[in-house]
């Protein structure tokens, strides 16, 4: 059982940058996983980011060089850094925790989502 908060949405400019944060609780022991998605108006929801143990964080090419992930696995906490901000980057953020990428969509767990909306 693992349950996910996110915090951390909120109104920026566009250049400007916000720090996601996910805190997870529960048994962490099968989660192998975790991610951010987010989803547009009248957009899919897509993966943004995920890192994984023993491998590097991964990063769609829309946010590479601009967004970081990072974990404290002593906070039980995932963060997403989001720095030069774009107004297409507004969007419901979403934690993802999960076994592996190939199950986080349909069997992973979920966040409620944190609104990031970025003004032009």
């Known amino acids: 059982q693992v349950q996910l908060v996110e915090s951390g949405g909120g109104l920026v400019q566009a250049g400007g940058s916000l720090r996601l944060s996910c805190a997870a609780s529960?048994?962490?022991?099968?989660?192998?996983?975790m991610g951010w998605y987010r989803q547009a108006p009248g957009k899919q929801r897509e993966l943004v980011a995920f890192?994984?143990?023993?491998?590097?964080?991964i990063y769609a090419d829309s946010v590479k060089g601009r967004f970081t992930i990072s974990r404290d696995n002593a906070k039980n906490t995932v963060y997403l850094q989001m720095n030069s901000l774009k107004p297409d980057d507004t969007a419901v953020y979403y934690c993802n925790a999960a076994t592996s990428i190939v199950t986080m969509r349909a069997a992973g767990y979920w966040g409620q989502g944190t609104q990031v909306t970025v003004s032009s």
């Open positions: 890192t994984s143990r023993g491998t590097g964080p």
């Open positions: 529960g048994s962490m022991f099968s989660i192998n996983i």
